[in-house]
């Protein structure tokens, strides 16, 4: 096993022991579902950087897995959607945090009679090897896991949630994200990349990894201050601003010229005619905002026409949009 690996077992073993409320945090608000409440030591034990929750993900029953269980609380909220036994498979390396979560779902049990420990299914496994089969998971999610990976990992952990997805099932991920060139020093400090801060990449590489083992569709859904890294308390020469973002990856075919990633993009025709077809499966309506993917952004810009716009990233998309 690498030693950042061995690293990462030791600070959630300490974490799942003793709740440890600033290992991580975020400014996504915890979601607050009708007759759901969430026990104060799952909340304590919330070491996510966002949210992987999203009722529109969640329709139709669906088999849900989750990796790097924490306290449990996603868990807890993923149940709510898929109310029946192993629904939700939560998956962890560390026998101390599998121990908690699982005491955790018993408090969740008396505090919510919707509620029963058999709708989680708790599992002893590793993300670069699921123990999971193929092609038997609706939605996959991870919460601030990914990015304590090196590449090299990360690219196994990805492949390995893409093979345990349906066709079309959705990957839900938040992990931080950095514009600035990480230093060597920081990369290379265990405990720094076990506590998500020094294994962030950009996030056009982040996403390209994601590409790269074959979702065909990506949905950039939030983007959010996260951390800092200063020259006072960290070794390195400039401060280092982390933000963390939310994202979810489509197991669809992969387009035949590149993935659909969509980034917040909007075009909007505002010509004379009713609307406007660019005879590749888009139709503007007149000056009615359509969400578009990078992409075909890219190729309604390149039309060089003076009667459509296209705003600039909000870094927020939520469906709607053009493929």
């Known amino acids: ?21 600033g290992l991580c945090c975020t400014t996504t608000p915890v979601w607050q579902l009708p007759g759901l409440k969430i026990p104060k030591k799952m909340l304590a034990m919330n070491y996510g950087c966002g949210s992987t929750v999203n009722p529109r993900d969640l329709v139709n029953d669906p088999t849900i897995l989750y990796v790097g269980v924490g306290g449990g609380m996603e868990l807890l909220q993923f149940a709510y959607f898929s109310r029946k036994k192993s629904g939700v498979i ?101 405990r720094l990349r076990a506590l998500c801060l020094s294994g962030a990449l950009p996030l056009k590489d982040y996403i390209k990894m994601i590409t790269e083992v074959g979702f065909g569709t990506v949905e950039i859904r939030a983007k959010r201050p ?43 025709f505002f010509g004379d005619e009713e609307y406007f077809d660019d005879k590749n499966g888009h139709t503007l309506m ?5 969400a578009v993917c990078d992409k075909t952004a890219g190729a309604l810009a390149s039309l060089g026409r003076n009667d459509i716009f296209i705003s600039e990233s909000t870094w927020f998309y939520d469906g709607g949009g053009c493929c």
């Open 90 to 190: 939560g998956i962890d390396v560390v026998d101390e945090m599998l121990d908690a979560s699982k005491k955790n779902f018993i408090e969740a049990e008396v505090q919510n009679p919707w509620f029963k420990s058999e709708f989680v299914e708790l599992r002893k496994g590793d993300a670069l090897n699921l123990p999971v089969p193929d092609h038997s998971i609706d939605v996959a999610a991870q919460n601030c896991l990914f990015n304590i990976f090196t590449q090299e990992d990360l690219k196994l952990a990805l492949s390995e949630m893409y093979r345990v997805l349906k066709p079309h099932g959705r990957l839900v991920l938040s992990d931080p994200t950095c514009e600035t060139e990480m230093p060597e020093s920081l990369k290379q400090d265990e």
């Open 1 to 21: 096993m690498s030693t950042y690996l061995e690293t990462t077992r030791n600070v959630y073993k300490e974490a799942a022991e003793t709740p440890q409320v």
């Open 286 to 290: 007149q000056n009615q905002p359509l």
């Open 226 to 268: 996260y951390r800092l890294l200063d020259p006072a308390h960290y070794d390195t020469e400039k401060l280092i601003y982390i933000e963390s973002v939310e994202v979810c990856a489509i197991k669809d075919p992969m387009p035949k010229d590149g993935p659909c990633v969509f980034t917040g993009k909007t075009a909007i």
